[in-house]
């Protein structure tokens, strides 16, 4: 992992920050353009037509108040309705009202299309966020996902992926309002340009206290990811399927519920401080902008009264105003609240911008079908991310094509590590593994590990069919049925299969409705099903038989030898009655290889073998 990686998370809580993320604006409008570019042209076009409507209506409002005032000064104007209706003076007045009219109509519907268009496209740009999460997830190395400070980053770039949708509604209604504002703006320069400059300033007090509340507020939720984690943590191992075994017989309840009372407690006390602090410093800002409005309005009465102005122009002047006054606090506190949100949208880019470093070069070779002469460690060392200890060091032996080797060792001796070695989910600070004799990172990477089937001991129990916890291990042959049943046949979980009231399309795991439990020694047979399924040249079975009965163990390793025939294959297990039946014998003691042989030459040598032979026959007899 790059040190760059690895530095810790700095928290951009400065004003300066906070405007400067205002640059994330324009990838996010790139990726909702990508959600849907035809929602998004339809959604900018309607509130084009949505942001002039306000003036234009006003402007008619004006006009009709100036056409009834002339009409009320005429002097033979008509006495009464009917000889109002008579005369054709009322043709103009008329045609405004129903403009008017027309207008408000239109405005309704527009903003009924609009909440329509942009819902349908923030689903689309919700899920289109969260597949690109995914996809991206997938391509990083595992040492990422081991690191805590990349589990924070995840868990924020996924609630951004979600949750901080609001902010394209946030960033239109802004753009439509910003064309309104101008609208109305046009028309207040027109009569007098020092309203504007009036209604500027009345605002800005209040719109730094709203930046500088936000700012704060993303600053307590940025540097309490790791905690937010915990709490999610907490919450579902308190009330999980998994879990909910456990959390009864130890009397786990009180314990988790504490501890969640005592994060939430702290999160609480903590933005219940900003909260009181935004409220108490909002309220005075905001009754500044209400002085700016009103010194304002008190212009526009006293130039009508001088009669600068007409009763149409007052109506007008003091609709623009007010509206202009609650479009431009609007406005700039939305202002602020879109940088607060472009501020958690630096979580999901950044996110993206992880680069995975195992990677295949360019001109990669093709895995050799079949393998030639095998897999090599030469002096292979290997440390896991701020550890200190070597996991592995100094480990030099060979895995020859055709072979089954077996690993033993005590625990933590390197096993598992060395697996993930040759699967390249990582790969060696020190020395090298090499396959038919060239360095093992100068092949595809996809196609290396598409020929490694491997199981770990802590494979994973997908909530998913029987059929599909098999197809898992080739998962393009998902539909191709008798490979999958050829596989359960293969590690026996054919025989759990039959007992299952849907067979292959019974739903295993207790998540979902229909769900069926498996015992642990069956699910292993399913998991092991995965490495048949797989076909790949290199099977790799990492304990995954630690729950099966004796005799299951035996069965599933005698067919694994047989149906490895030809393959490349490594067989972890604690259990020696396995483990002699390998060809080869690899003994791992504290990151090294101590020695190596068959079972018999093992024996001879009397060593740490031999030892923990003895110690696990004795248990027996
Ligand atoms: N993801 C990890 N991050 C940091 N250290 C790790 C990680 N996985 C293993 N280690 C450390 O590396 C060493 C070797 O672990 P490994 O899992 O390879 O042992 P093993 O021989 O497979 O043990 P076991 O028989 O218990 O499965 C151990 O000291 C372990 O603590």
């Known amino acids: ?19 400067s993320a205002l640059r994330n604006i324009w990838p996010f409008l790139l990726l909702v353009w990508q959600a849907s570019p035809m929602l998004l042209l339809i959604s900018m076009a309607l509130r084009l037509i949505r942001a002039v409507l306000p003036v234009t209506a006003l402007w008619i409002g004006k006009l009709i108040i100036d056409e009834v005032v002339r009409l009320s000064a005429l002097p033979d104007r008509p006495v009464d309705l009917p000889g109002w209706w008579q005369s054709d003076l009322l043709g ?17 519907v527009l903003g009924r299309v609009v909440g329509l268009v942009d819902t349908l496209l923030s689903d689309r740009l919700t899920m289109s966020s969260s597949i690109r999460l ?21 868990e924020r770039a996924r609630v951004q992926a979600s949750g901080r949708m609001s902010l394209m509604g946030l960033l239109f209604t802004q753009m439509q309002n910003l064309v309104t504002v101008s609208t109305f703006a046009a028309g207040l320069v027109l009569f007098n340009p020092w309203l504007i400059l009036l209604l500027a300033l009345a605002l800005i007090p209040a719109f730094i206290g709203e930046a500088h509340f936000n700012a704060q507020s993303y600053s307590l939720d940025f540097g309490r990811t790791p905690q937010r984690r915990e709490l999610d943590y907490v919450r579902q191992t308190a009330a999980s399927v998994e879990s909910a075994k456990e959390v009864k017989i130890f009397g786990l309840n009180s314990f988790l519920t504490n501890r969640y009372r005592e994060l939430s407690e702290s999160f609480y006390t903590a933005s219940r401080a900003i909260a009181q602090r935004r409220a108490i410093w909002g309220g005075v800002l905001t009754a500044l902008g209400t002085l700016g409005y009103y010194a304002a309005y008190g212009w526009i009465i006293a130039s009508t009264l001088a009669g600068d102005l007409s009763l149409g122009d007052l109506t007008f002047l003091s609709g623009s105003f007010l509206r202009l ?31 995975p470093e195992i990677l295949t070069q360019a001109n990669a070779l093709p895995f050799p079908k079949p393998i030639r002469t095998g897999f090599v460690f030469e002096n292979v060392g290997f440390r896991y991310p701020g550890a200190e200890r070597w996991a592995v060091r100094g480990m030099n032996f060979s895995l020859h094509a055709g072979e089954t080797l077996a690993l033993v060792g005590e625990n933590g001796a390197g096993k598992t590590t060395l697996v993930k070695l040759l699967a390249r989910l990582y790969d060696p600070d020190e020395g090298r593994i090499t396959l038919d004799g060239h360095d093992l990172r100068s ?49 026996m979980a054919d025989q759990v299969i039959e007992h299952l009231p849907d067979r292959y399309d019974q739903m295993i795991g207790k998540r979902f409705r229909n769900g069926v439990e498996l015992s642990g020694g069956e699910w292993q047979k399913l998991a092991i099903a995965r490495a048949y399924m797989r076909g790949a040249e290199v099977l790799i079975l990492d304990e995954p038989t630690a729950a099966l009965d ?39 003691a504290e990151g090294r290889v101590e020695s190596s042989g068959t079972h018999d030459e093992l024996l001879a040598l009397s060593g740490r073998y031999a030892e923990l032979f003895e110690l696990q026959a004795a248990g027996y007899r």
Not at 344 to 349: E, T, W
């Open 1 to 19: 992992m790059s040190s760059a990686r690895l530095t810790p998370p700095v928290v951009p809580a400065t004003f300066r920050a906070r405007f």
């Open 443 to 491: 092949y595809d990477l996809d196609a290396l590990r598409g020929e490694m089937g491997v199981i770990f001991q802590d494979f994973m129990r997908y909530n998913l069919s029987a059929a599909d916890n098999i197809a898992v291990g080739r998962i393009e042959e998902r539909n191709n049925r008798p490979r999958i049943i050829v596989a359960a046949q293969r590690s």
């Open 550 to 588: 004796a005799r299951s163990e035996f069965e599933v390793f005698q067919r694994f030898k047989e149906l490895s025939a030809g393959k490349t294959a490594v067989l972890i297990s604690h259990r020696f009655s396995s483990v002699r039946m390998a060809d080869r014998i690899l003994v791992l």
């Open 134 to 154: 995914m996809e991206h997830a997938a391509t990083l190395d595992l040492e990422d996902f081991e690191n805590a400070d990349f589990q924070d980053k995840l």
């Open 325 to 355: 006054r609650s479009l431009l606090e609007g406005l700039l506190t939305t202002f602020s609240s879109t940088a607060a949100q472009a501020l958690y949208l630096d979580d999901l880019f950044s996110f993206f911008q992880v680069k």
């Open 92 to 108: 103009l007045l008329i045609g405004y009202v129903v403009a008017e009219f027309a207008l408000a109509i239109l405005s309704d």
